[in-house]
């Protein structure tokens, strides 16, 4: 693992002004924790009251348009984005693929306005349960990852992929060590091939789907999982800091 361990929470379409006190709680605890890198993609409105309760954490959002400003009703722009205080945009998200019909192409157009806005990515991958039984899993995910990972000058330092089983999220069910720690190692050669003996092997790969403060240590401790991407238990500061100390945790052991 290069870094510190990442511990990302999605809130989702989760969050109105109320939950700023957990975000402060998250921040504070952070602060205590130097171990591990915490941030959170709260839903667009509360950007920029995050970011200023945020003196440890990232801040981050969960999409944004591929197009650069203009007559597109409802969308936010990277450059937007960036202005509320984000520093960090998911993208490919497997709901934003599902209800939005967004395509490998659109996320590759995506990836490369936040990277002109000078935003860093959380490329979001991973396969349907019927995709995982024809035994295409690994195939499928490093294709999606092969049509949208940025080539450009220092890419890598820009991007963190997150593998998150479609099956696995908000499911309760987890994949199984052997399965995560196969696909980490796929998607690490990709990486590799991508940028190079000494680029790639930096670039973070995250989990996601299900993970809670009970499961985070196995799975953290695997190899090429470098964090995780938490929906459901990052709404709560006490389950989502659970999962960081976990992560603290499966550093040192
Ligand atoms: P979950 O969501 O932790 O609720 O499964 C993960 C995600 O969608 O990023």
């Avoid at 975000?23 to 959170?40: S, Y």
């Avoid at 995780?228 to 603290?248: M, P, T």
Wanted: charged letters at 25%.
């Amino acid at each position: 693992m290069a870094e510190r361990p990442y511990i990302v929470g999605n809130w989702k379409m989760n969050g109105t002004r109320a939950m700023l006190p957990e975000a402060r709680a998250i921040d504070r605890a952070a602060q205590r924790n130097m171990k591990v890198e915490v941030a959170i993609a709260p839903p667009f409105t509360l950007i920029h009251a995050v970011h200023r309760e945020a003196e440890q954490i990232g801040v981050g959002a969960q999409d944004c348009s591929c197009d650069p400003d203009g007559a597109h009703t409802g969308d936010i722009s990277a450059t937007m984005v960036a202005d509320s205080g984000a520093k960090f945009v998911i993208l490919g998200h497997s709901e934003r693929r599902s209800a939005h019909n967004e395509t490998d192409a659109m996320v590759a157009a995506k990836v490369r306005s936040a990277l002109d806005a000078g935003l860093r990515i959380i490329l979001c991958c991973g396969e349907s349960e019927a995709t995982r039984d024809k035994g295409e899993a690994e195939s499928f995910v490093l294709n999606q990852l092969r049509t949208s990972l940025p080539e450009t000058d220092n890419a890598a330092e820009k991007v963190t992929v997150a593998y998150e089983p479609i099956w696995a999220i908000g499911t309760g069910k987890t994949a199984s060590l052997e399965d995560i720690e196969a696909m980490h190692g796929a998607i690490r050669a990709l990486l590799v091939e991508t940028y190079g003996e000494e680029a790639g092997p930096a670039v973070r790969i995250l989990y996601g789907g299900s993970v809670k403060p009970e499961n985070a240590r196995e799975i953290l401790s695997l190899s090429n999982v470098d964090g995780a991407l938490v929906g459901g238990a990052s709404l709560s500061a006490e389950s989502f800091l659970g999962i960081a100390v976990a992560a603290s945790e499966a550093e040192e052991a």
